[in-house]
């Protein structure tokens, strides 16, 4: 397979879940990746199986002079950048009596501020055509109790997908967005959630019955960031199972 070849790529949040798949499929694609990461272990356990495939950036994805130093290390590496998966993300999902401050501003760096300074740290790198692809949520559609935060910021994300792609499409940079439902990742292990609470879950809440796989959203996110997707501007993949369609 090579939809991807000689393609240079950036996945933040790549060294777990989602990211990580997708780095794994972008290679298999004949990309060059590059993925960030904050957690020391995740990137160890990440070059553990990538090996020298793939470049590896510590950083915060909510710091905005992380973003440029982000930047700065990928025009150094590849010179140009020909797709971004903007991955990376915090899932707090609280009542809102028990939002405080911190937790607000917190999720909106990582999810909305770190990523809009991201891409205008990158500007300057991106190759004309090139691709971004927004990791969303269905979360940004539906009423789902106690996740006003998380919800919000994804909707900015999906907001940012349709302007941007209006704003930018003029200098060859196609921006779209992949809405996923519930996937089986480590999200929902950190969130408190047994193997029968995500169970029980997807057969009351998921028509398909079942969680999504980490590979059937990078699926998604490497058509996307091919040439096959070159008609698709400020678009919204929903892969959900169908939940929210109830």
């Given at each position: ?58 950083a915060d ?6 973003q440029k ?178």
């Amino acid at each position: 397979m090579s939809r991807l070849q000689n393609k240079t790529a950036l996945i933040t949040g790549g060294t777990s879940g989602i990211g990580l798949e997708t780095a794994r499929q972008f290679i298999a694609e004949g990309a060059k990746v590059a993925v960030t990461g904050t957690n020391p272990k995740n990137i160890e356990a990440a070059r553990a199986e990538l090996g020298d495939a793939a470049l590896f950036i510590q950083a915060d994805a909510g710091d905005i002079a992380g973003q440029k130093a982000i930047a700065e290390t990928v025009g150094k590496a590849f010179g140009h950048l020909d797709i971004l998966f903007v991955n990376a993300g915090v899932a707090d999902f609280r009542p809102i009596e028990q939002v405080d401050e911190d937790a607000f501003d917190r999720s909106v760096a990582i999810n909305v501020k770190g990523p809009f300074f991201l891409i205008q740290a990158l500007l300057p790198l991106f190759a004309n055509p090139a691709s971004i692809v927004l990791n969303t949520s269905i979360n940004a559609h539906i009423g789902m109790p106690n996740t006003s935060i998380y919800a919000l910021t994804k909707a900015a994300l999906l907001s940012f997908a349709k302007t941007l792609s209006g704003e930018l499409i003029g200098r060859g940079i196609r921006v779209n967005a992949v809405s996923p439902g519930p996937v089986a990742t480590p999200l929902y292990g950190k969130l408190g959630m047994s193997t029968a609470d995500t169970d029980a879950m997807a057969t009351a809440k998921i028509p398909i019955g079942r969680f999504g796989h980490p590979s059937e959203i990078a699926k998604a996110v490497v058509f996307l960031g091919s040439d096959e997707s070159a008609y698709t501007v400020g678009s919204e993949l929903v892969i959900d199972g169908g939940m929210s369609n109830l």
